[in-house]
């Protein structure tokens, strides 16, 4: 049996000028297909699980692992549906709401070209829809393309 993966490393512990910068690609590829296989990977540790529908936008920078002066964060989230059974996603918070923008941007493998995952842009809305007020908080949602 596989000893357990170390735990992530205590928040502000990595190394000064650290950064975390993974491409699309890097993402779909080496963090999120790896956690939906359930492989035991300790790079996974450095990416938290949020529930989004328990967290306000504002409350998510505290959660992070990988702390930085930059406005960015990454999680994983489980997909919360909005009906058992249903394709619609539930994106909805006490606050307020995580709405679609734009078009889905697919994202390839490279050299090949090949469909590895879908990014999805969405910015929250606080209020209840279809009156929500925009706000400055903007989420990339990313799926694959095939589990």
């Known amino acids: 049996m596989p000893s357990p993966p170390p735990p992530p490393?205590?928040?502000?512990?990595l190394p000064v000028?650290?950064?975390f910068r993974p491409t699309n690609e890097e993402l779909v590829r080496h963090y999120l297909k790896p956690k939906i296989v359930g492989?035991?990977?300790p790079?996974?540790?450095l990416i938290p699980d949020v529930d989004l529908s328990a967290c306000e936008p504002w409350d998510l920078?505290?959660?992070a692992l990988i702390r930085s002066n930059d406005p960015e964060w990454f999680f994983f989230a489980p997909?919360?549906?909005k009906y058992p059974g249903g394709h619609r996603s539930n994106r909805c918070t006490t606050a307020g709401y995580w709405k679609a923008t734009g078009k889905d941007r697919l994202i390839r493998s490279r050299p090949a070209g090949t469909l590895i995952g879908v990014k999805k842009t969405l910015v929250f809305h606080r209020g209840?829809?279809?009156r929500g007020h925009r706000t400055a908080w903007i989420m990339?949602?990313?799926r694959t393309a095939k589990p």
């Open 9 to 13: 490393p205590p928040p502000g512990a």
């Open 79 to 81: 997909l919360d549906r």
């Open 39 to 41: 492989a035991a990977h």
């Open 61 to 63: 920078p505290a959660k």
């Open 17 to 19: 000028g650290f950064c």
């Open 140 to 142: 990339h949602e990313y």
């Open 128 to 130: 209840r829809a279809p």
């Open 43 to 45: 790079d996974l540790l």
